[in-house]
């Protein structure tokens, strides 16, 4: 056998309940050109870091950016794509070439 717990939110009780309550406000939308500048910041950044040491791992960066796996993996594949950067060897033993 298993217990499980279903949880109820508070808001959903009160809402039954008939109580008023102020709906909490949404946060503003982020500007679409300033995750885009961020984004070609950490592209710049990550670029520097691949100059300096071409065989720098994505778990590297990832800890040396802050990003999460998925994000620097999405950077990578645009500066692929765009081909700023490209992969010689394996995924273990290879290195970054930058191409300026």
Do not use: C
Not at 27 to 39: I, Y
Not at 76 to 84: F, S, T
């Amino acid at each position: 056998y298993f217990i499980s717990r279903l949880f109820v939110h508070e808001a959903f009780l009160e809402e039954k309940l008939g109580y008023n309550q102020k709906r909490a406000e949404k946060e503003p939308k982020r500007s679409r050109k300033k995750e885009l500048k961020n984004g070609a910041d950490r592209k710049i950044d990550i670029l520097y870091r691949m100059e300096e040491n071409p065989e720098v791992t994505q778990v590297k960066l990832m800890e040396e950016f802050d990003l999460s796996r998925k994000q620097i993996q999405r950077l990578i594949k645009d500066m692929r794509e765009e081909g700023l950067v490209e992969r010689r060897g394996s995924n273990r033993n290879g290195k970054w070439i930058v191409k300026k």
